[in-house]
């Protein structure tokens, strides 16, 4: 039979909770420093402190909106390229995108009359697919 670890010991018959552990990196490529937890199935983790998670942060890159290619997105969607095509395209290129961020873009930037063409075409589509 397998034993389950509690995370807490055992001092002259009293449970006592265990104090977070501090743990200390050793080099970059080991865990960040932070508090040891052992989660609800018995594995011990490592839970970062605040501190390291946002000095990570703070050397990400800056995130590439993808808002800034609107209008390719819609050059390309004239061309009758699907969004799927679009991400494919644009990833290509090494610009991150996926179909939903890319749809997302394109419904965002819509003029009010663009709106309604898209919805006629999502009408006619549905009538054809139904008569079929």
């Given at each position: 039979m397998k034993r389950k670890r509690t995370g807490a010991k055992v001092i002259a018959g009293k449970a006592t909770q265990k104090a977070?552990?501090?743990?200390?990196?050793?080099?970059?490529?080991q865990w960040p420093p932070g508090h040891l937890t052992e989660s609800s199935d018995g594995v011990l983790r490592i839970r970062p402190f605040p501190?390291?998670?946002?000095?990570?942060?703070?050397?990400?890159p800056d995130h590439v909106d993808l808002a800034e290619y609107w209008r390719v997105i819609f050059k390309l969607r004239e061309k009758g390229f699907t969004f799927r095509d679009i991400a494919l395209w644009l990833s290509e290129r090494n610009v991150e995108a996926d179909h939903n961020a890319v749809y997302r873009v394109y419904s965002n930037h819509m003029t009010a009359e663009q709106t309604a063409i898209e919805s006629d075409l999502e009408e006619r589509e549905k009538q054809m697919i139904e008569e079929l």
């Open positions: 977070p552990v501090r743990a200390e990196q050793k080099s970059e490529n501190e390291s998670l946002l000095h990570e942060a703070e050397r990400e």
